[in-house]
């Protein structure tokens, strides 16, 4: 069954009440603030010398990078999506001052419903964590993602009961030469 969500008849389904919502800042209050999407939340908190301001801007700006600037912040994270899900996690991860030891990180199709562009600032994420010596394993039929491996194991030749064997494994370069690889096939013309 679908979720069923009732609008509370005192606030109007903006979930504070009008002494809170009273409060403003640069003209507005929680709600307003709360109904922005991260870009907009970016732009409104932009140009204040505030400590404040840089805080919450610096908490915003991670998860701008990881691809995710189009939510709002008051959005319920059981409307995200699996991969959205995973890019909240992993901007949290980037926003950390540092970590104590490196991790191996999994994503599962992380680049599902992503823009181009999305794409490729999440790559960068995944740079940025590579370089502060953490490792990635990715499940991914993305084929920007996958020509940017260090190692790709391709399992095929089918998905299902006909998967489930190592068809190819390597380097991008290495698995693009396959012959026998699905994905090699397609990988070639990116590599080449």
């Not at 409060?23 to 307003?32: C, L, M, S, T």
């Not at 939340?41 to 908490?59: C, H, M, P, V, Y």
């Not at 953490?134 to 790709?152: G, P, Q, T, Y």
Request: net charge negative; proline share 3%; charged share 25%.
């Amino acid at each position: 069954m679908a979720d069923v969500t009732l609008k509370c008849e005192s606030c109007n389904g903006k979930r504070f009440k009008d002494d809170i919502l009273e409060v403003k800042y640069k003209g507005k209050n929680i709600f307003d603030v709360l109904e922005m999407t991260v870009n907009q939340a970016l732009e409104f908190f932009q140009g204040n010398d505030e400590k404040t301001s840089s805080r919450i801007r610096a908490r915003l700006q991670p998860l701008q990078d990881v691809g995710l600037g189009y939510i709002k912040l008051g959005q319920s994270s059981s409307t995200l999506s699996g991969g959205e899900s995973q890019r909240v996690k992993l901007a949290f991860f980037l926003q950390k001052e540092q970590a104590t030891q490196p991790h191996l990180f999994i994503f599962d199709e992380p680049t599902t419903g992503l823009h181009f562009h999305d794409i490729k600032r999440l790559l960068e994420s995944f740079n940025a964590l590579i370089n502060k010596g953490h490792s990635l394993l990715i499940v991914e039929h993305n084929l920007e993602i996958i020509k940017c491996a260090d190692w790709i194991i391709d399992l095929g030749p089918e998905g299902g009961e006909k998967g489930g064997s190592i068809v190819a494994e390597g380097t991008p370069e290495s698995v693009a030469a396959s012959q026998n690889s699905i994905t090699g096939k397609f990988l070639r013309p990116k590599i080449n």
